[in-house]
């Protein structure tokens, strides 16, 4: 019955999680080809027919791009999201659609899902975190910044993955237009790393962690442009120990590969 992750992808190109238990299998997002998404199912042990459903955050389309082929040849798995994003995306698919709203909580299967505000250049975006048995993971990307609602759920996760999207120096400075730029940095944009170290400094102060378990950090949806994996954990890494906190003691952290599967995580 353990509560499991995968990243298919992660990042600006198509974004795609597996969660799934023994019993329920689910994605979050479909923003990759159909067939980059069985693989990546594969890759994890998992059948593609098996899916029971998408929980899609938000209707950019590095979240939605495989949807209507996916849904196409798996015509059971249903679409779960906001009535905000369903008017975006109801033409990608004739699955059924369920409509789901932040602070309101649901089921599928064995898995307890919460869906949380987000703060992002959508119409009604929303993250979500899941709890199977005891034990919870917490996805939280493509956000501006990160919201109290987020972060009560991330507080008490096992298992969190988090968007580190930028380094503020090096976007101010990249080929991206002006526009761009004031957008990626607004509070309806993208998490940088400092941001995201700011915020596991705070989830370890509020949280009940003890010497017996700590969470696992993913840090996720990197930049192509203006990060890379070491830079980002060296920002997140710094930042945490200017206030005592330390990667290994108190957190366990790695980084998503934007166009890479990932190894498969027990919560």
Known sequence: MCLRFCSIASGSSGNCYLVRTDETVLLVDAGLSCKKIEEGLAAADTKSE????????????????????????????????????????????????????????????????CPFKLSHDAEEPIGFSFESEGRILTILTDSGFVTEQAHEYLVDSN???????????TLQVCSYPYELKRRIMSDFGHISNETAGMELCRILK??????????????????????????????????????????????DMHTLARDQFSDVYNV
């Open 50 to 113: 098996d899916v029971e459903a998408i929980l899609v955050t938000h209707e950019h389309i590095d979240h939605v791009r495989g949807i209507k082929p996916l849904t196409n040849k798996y015509p059971n798995i249903e679409i779960y999201c906001s009535e905000g994003t369903w008017k975006h995306i109801s033409g990608e698919t004739n699955s059924q659609h369920i409509t789901v709203a932040a602070g309101k909580d649901f089921w599928i299967g064995d898995i307890r899902i």
């Open 159 to 169: 298992l969190i993955v988090l968007e580190s999207n930028h380094d503020v120096d």
């Open 206 to 251: 509020d949280g009940k962690w003890g010497l017996l378990e700590r969470p696992t950090v993913l840090l996720a949806h990197l930049s192509k442009e203006t990060n890379f994996p070491e830079m980002a954990e060296t920002t997140v890494k710094g930042i945490m120990e200017s206030e005592g906190y330390y990667v290994g003691r108190h957190l």
